[in-house]
Nanobody, 115 residues
Framework: QVQLVESGGGLVQAGGSLRLSCAAS????????MGWYRQAPGKQRELVAT???????NYGDFVKGRFTISRDNAKNTVYLQMNSLKPEDTAVYYC?????????WGQGTQVTVSS
């Protein structure tokens, strides 16, 4: 069983920054990728950023250089540094972990950007 615990969400003004963290624990043998997705009310969940075991990264098109994903392998923790936040970034942000053929989700953390 794998547990993902997210933190760092909150309320911020447009143009501000937030840093999300996601710590993985439990029976983790080999992590293929960790990442972040988000879901705004009435919209589908979408990819924000992923970091793969080799260190390569992938970002959603809307990120446009504003967000940076990083990972501390020793702590099984992934971070998402979000800068230049916009009101349209308001959503619940979910941590995701892929290990082998299995995928896991965190409980989500709310990010609200006020205009």
């Amino acid at each position: 069983q794998v547990q993902l615990v997210e933190s760092g969400g909150g309320l911020v003004q447009a143009g501000g920054s937030l840093r999300l963290s996601c710590a993985a624990s439990g029976s983790i043998f080999s992590i293929n990728a960790m990442g972040w997705y988000r879901q705004a009310p009435g919209k589908q969940r979408e990819l924000v950023a992923t970091i793969f075991s080799g260190g390569s990264t992938n970002y959603g098109d809307f990120v446009k250089g504003r967000f940076t994903i990083s990972r501390d392998n020793a702590k099984n923790t992934v971070y998402l540094q979000m800068n230049s936040l916009k009101p349209e970034d308001t959503a619940v942000y979910y941590c995701n972990l892929i290990a082998g053929l299995l995928g896991y989700w965190g409980q989500g953390t709310q990010v609200t950007v006020s205009s």
